[in-house]
């Protein structure tokens, strides 16, 4: 009986020892000041999940989508390598369109009088890419 405690005094200091490198990693990235971002982070919460947009770190390690914002202002981009200009749409709150003249892809509801519509699907940094968005930037 003292042999089996010894190994499970053992493997307990084992567990211990791992969590305290785990923990060694996390806390240093950990930031629990509060500041104005706060608001970023309370904005993009639906029914209790934070919803993950990762563009611009706004100081708590949360990344925000500031497209979401960006419903009816214009743009340049490359599509696939093809040069165009337009306007966002924001839809439902999270589901972000270039609207121009280039590149159909999946339909909006309101193309500010463009004849195509792109889904970049949440409008984030890694969204556009996915999508073949290039060269993407505000003119507004």
């Known amino acids: ?12 200091q084992q567990i211990k020892d791992l969590i305290a490198e785990i923990e ?3 806390k240093p990235n950990i930031k629990l000041s509060v500041s104005d971002h706060m608001s970023d982070a ?5 029914g209790g999940t934070f ?3 990762p563009t611009t770190s706004n100081g708590f390690g ?4 500031y497209l979401l914002d960006s419903h009816g202002k214009r743009f340049s981009a490359r599509i696939h390598g093809r040069p165009c200009q337009g306007r ?5 709150g999270r589901l972000v369109y270039l609207c121009q003249d280039v590149m159909q ?3 909006c509801d309101t ?13 984030t940094s890694e969204d556009l890419k996915t999508f073949g968005v290039t060269e993407f930037t505000l003119l507004d």
């Open 42 to 46: 309370v904005r993009y919460m639906s």
């Open 51 to 53: 919803i993950n947009f």
């Open 62 to 65: 949360f990344q925000t989508n």
């Open 24 to 26: 060694s990693e996390i």
């Open 111 to 123: 193309r500010h009088g463009y004849e195509c519509s792109w889904m970049v699907k949440h409008g």
């Open 88 to 92: 966002i749409t924001v839809e439902e």
């Open 1 to 12: 009986m003292e042999i089996k405690m010894s190994n499970i005094a053992n493997k307990l």
């Open 105 to 107: 892809g999946h339909n």
